[in-house]
């Protein structure tokens, strides 16, 4: 073998004896760096809410196989991932459901154009192009005075200080089931694991009415239940703070239980609630929504900021509690894309959607129909709208 070879086959063994441990150091770092790193990135895009409600007013979509494979395909060209999907709206099931049938509140039973299941064809079909389901528990413990449940029911639902049973609300004139009540916390709960249990759902989320209007309280079981704990009646100042907590903090108790219910039947599901900003929530609606994420019972935030004004839009999605949300749990806030008697501009949209960007917030539209169909722009210029918003997949997973 040459001199030369020898030499530098020396040279190259010296260095590679003085360098070697350095390059393990060196690839160490690396594999820490990548196995640090690499979750993180994987979870980000799965995190941001892109989501649009399906509501009673999207029904002639959701019971026609074809409209829902159209509009499913639409959102995933649009780079929208979830779906919430109204089940529960008006007292009624928007799905066949047992305990429904069981409970003897719906002499009807929903179903698609050709006798379908509606909810099942579109988690199937949306499941197929990449986007969540979420079912949505729009009416929470509120119904309407003249469904079978009120009616069928009525020793369910609790009053105002002056027996009144009734207010007046975004759907109408409405009942309120008593959330400390038993039978209607199991009720409820049924109707939940129903759902959860027999659909291939990525969740399930509650709203506003997942509460109590501060008024209520006053029925003879819940007056019962509170002298007997704290040994004193019920304030008659319904705005009472210590009335208050109670009955909050009551709610909230609910909530753990139906949250550990949930997570029993399948772990892997979405806890989502879309409340109020949160001084609403708690002072006019009893829902201390706050102490739920506290209480690590909440998988995903969606506030609804439903206003014109974008100053008063951004106040509130700045506050500390929804700063305190997004070091938690996937964030987002709610945006009114638009009613049948109230149509909202793009240019609203647009500027709500940036505010909300800006402040890594995530988005969900109120509602699907109001997208392009209810609206004062042209279809072209609301989906080149859309689009632009969303300018890249990012998809999401249930709970791991």
Same mark, same amino acid.
């Given at each position: 073998?040459?001199?030369?070879?020898?030499?530098?086959?020396?040279?190259?063994?010296?260095?590679?004896?003085?360098?070697?441990?350095?390059?393990?150091?060196?690839?160490?770092?690396?594999?820490?760096?990548?196995?640090?790193?690499?979750?993180?990135?994987?979870?980000?895009? &799965?995190?941001?809410?892109?989501?649009?409600?399906?509501?009673?007013?999207?029904?002639?979509?959701?019971?026609?196989?074809?409209?829902?494979?159209?509009?499913?395909?639409?959102?995933?060209?649009?780079?929208?991932?979830?779906?919430?999907?109204?089940?529960?709206?008006?007292?009624?099931?928007?799905?066949?459901?047992?305990?429904?049938?069981?409970?003897?509140?719906?002499?009807?039973?929903?179903?698609?154009?050709?006798?379908?299941?509606?909810?099942?064809?579109?988690?199937?079909?949306?499941?197929?192009?990449?986007?969540?389901?979420?079912?949505?528990?729009?009416?929470?413990?509120?119904?309407?005075?003249?469904?079978?449940?009120?009616?069928?029911?009525?020793?369910?639902?609790?009053?105002?200080?002056?027996?009144?049973?009734?207010?007046?609300?975004?759907?109408?004139?409405?009942?309120?089931?008593?959330?400390?009540?038993?039978?209607?916390?199991?009720?409820?709960?049924?109707?939940?694991?129903?759902?959860?249990?027999?659909?291939?759902?990525?969740?399930?989320?509650?709203?506003?009415?997942?509460?109590?209007?501060?008024?209520?309280?006053?029925?003879?079981?819940?007056?019962?239940?509170?002298?007997?704990?704290?040994?004193?009646?019920?304030?008659?100042?319904?705005?009472?703070?210590?009335?208050?907590?109670?009955?909050?903090?009551?709610?909230?108790?609910?909530?753990?239980?139906?949250?550990?219910?949930?997570?029993?039947?399948?772990?892997?599901?979405?806890?989502?609630?879309?409340?109020?900003?949160?001084?609403?929530?708690?002072?006019?609606?009893?829902?201390?929504?706050?102490?739920?994420?506290?209480?690590?019972?909440?998988?995903?935030?969606?506030?609804?900021?439903?206003?014109?004004?974008?100053?008063?839009?951004?106040?509130?999605?700045?506050?500390?509690?929804?700063?305190?949300?997004?070091?938690?749990?996937?964030?987002?806030?709610?945006?009114?894309?638009?009613?049948?008697?109230?149509?909202?501009?793009?240019?609203?949209?647009?500027?709500?959607? &940036?505010?909300?960007?800006?402040?890594?917030?995530?988005?969900?539209?109120?509602?699907?129909?109001?997208?392009?169909?209810?609206?004062?722009?042209?279809?072209?210029? &609301?989906?080149?709208?859309?689009?632009?918003?969303?300018?890249?997949?990012?998809?999401?997973?249930?709970?791991?």
């Amino acid at each position: 073998m040459p001199v030369d070879y020898m030499v530098r086959g020396f040279h190259y063994k010296t260095l590679l004896k003085c360098f070697f441990p350095l390059l393990v150091l060196i690839s160490f770092v690396i594999v820490l760096l990548v196995d640090n790193f690499t979750p993180a990135i994987a979870q980000l895009p &799965r995190q941001e809410i892109r989501g649009v409600w399906m509501t009673n007013n999207d029904f002639d979509t959701l019971k026609d196989r074809d409209k829902v494979q159209d509009a499913v395909s639409q959102l995933r060209r649009l780079n929208f991932n979830t779906i919430y999907s109204v089940v529960w709206n008006s007292g009624y099931a928007m799905y066949p459901s047992a305990v429904a049938q069981r409970a003897g509140i719906q002499p009807f039973v929903l179903r698609g154009a050709d006798g379908h299941d509606i909810l099942a064809d579109l988690i199937t079909q949306a499941h197929r192009q990449g986007l969540l389901v979420i079912p949505w528990f729009e009416f929470g413990f509120m119904a309407p005075p003249t469904s079978e449940l009120a009616l069928n029911h009525p020793d369910w639902f609790t009053q105002k200080p002056d027996g009144s049973q009734t207010s007046i609300s975004a759907a109408g004139e409405v009942m309120w089931l008593n959330p400390f009540h038993p039978e209607v916390q199991q009720f409820i709960s049924n109707l939940v694991l129903e759902i959860v249990s027999q659909y291939d759902a990525d969740g399930i989320q509650f709203d506003d009415h997942m509460s109590l209007p501060y008024e209520f309280g006053y029925d003879q079981y819940t007056v019962n239940l509170y002298t007997q704990e704290t040994k004193n009646n019920p304030p008659t100042n319904p705005q009472d703070q210590a009335w208050m907590r109670w009955r909050a903090d009551k709610i909230t108790a609910f909530m753990v239980k139906l949250n550990q219910a949930v997570k029993a039947v399948k772990p892997q599901a979405i806890f989502s609630i879309s409340p109020n900003y949160y001084d609403f929530a708690y002072k006019f609606q009893l829902q201390d929504w706050l102490a739920w994420m506290r209480l690590n019972i909440v998988d995903e935030l969606i506030v609804q900021i439903y206003r014109p004004n974008l100053q008063s839009f951004i106040a509130k999605i700045s506050r500390p509690e929804i700063k305190e949300a997004q070091k938690m749990i996937p964030t987002g806030v709610g945006i009114m894309a638009g009613l049948q008697n109230n149509r909202v501009p793009m240019q609203q949209i647009k500027s709500q959607v &940036r505010a909300a960007q800006e402040r890594g917030l995530g988005i969900a539209f109120f509602y699907y129909k109001s997208l392009w169909d209810d609206a004062p722009e042209p279809l072209p210029a &609301r989906q080149s709208a859309f689009q632009s918003f969303f300018p890249a997949p990012a998809f999401r997973s249930a709970m791991e």
